[in-house]
């Protein structure tokens, strides 16, 4: 009686197994299933009202802002005390200059952003076709860059065999 119950049990978990992932490479599942309307992504305009001067407004572009559009992250941002105009992208920051200077003393490679996108985005395809046997829940993410983790153990041995100081770390021996 009990041979009957595990090979029943052992050829649902067979077909259970042989569930596809369709050809998913994104390391997050969070997906639209359905083809309506996103209510978050509708945000209601300001209140229309007349301008102090009509000279001072903006002149209309194509697909440009609209002083009625929100903006959400700016209005969070000055409910919390902070500055809205830092969101706006200009650049480096007259504050951060020296540290960008010292940070770029060795040279800076151009495009390195859009070269980390394309081997990121190869190195999670590669993955995804790879990781199609594991059965129950995975952490994606750990599992695509888990040959690109740091041993930090390892970098502090490698080193102090250099012979460079590692104040930050703990004495030999402790």
Not at 74 to 96: F, K, S, Y
Request: glycine content about 10%; hydrophobic content about 35%; overall charge positive.
């Amino acid at each position: 009686m009990a041979l009957p119950r595990i090979l029943i049990f052992m050829l649902i978990f067979a077909l259970a197994a042989c569930g596809s992932r369709k050809e998913e490479t994104n390391l997050r599942r969070i997906k639209r299933t359905s083809n309506g309307p996103d209510e978050f992504s509708i945000i209601p305009g300001k209140p229309l009202q007349s301008p102090e001067s009509y000279a001072a407004l903006p002149a209309p572009t194509p697909g440009g802002g609209n002083i009625t559009d929100q903006n959400p992250n700016a209005d969070g941002v000055a409910a919390l005390g902070g500055n809205p105009g830092a969101l706006a992208e200009t650049g480096i920051a007259p504050n951060e200059a020296g540290l960008v200077s010292y940070a770029s003393r060795y040279g800076v490679t151009p495009g390195i952003r859009q070269t980390l996108a394309r081997e990121d985005l190869k190195a999670r395809q590669r993955h995804g076709k790879v990781n199609i046997f594991h059965i129950g829940p995975t952490d994606d993410y750990a599992n695509a860059y888990k040959r690109q983790w740091l041993d930090a153990f390892a970098e502090e041995r490698r080193l102090r065999r250099l012979g460079v100081a590692t104040p930050s770390a703990p004495p030999e021996g402790q």
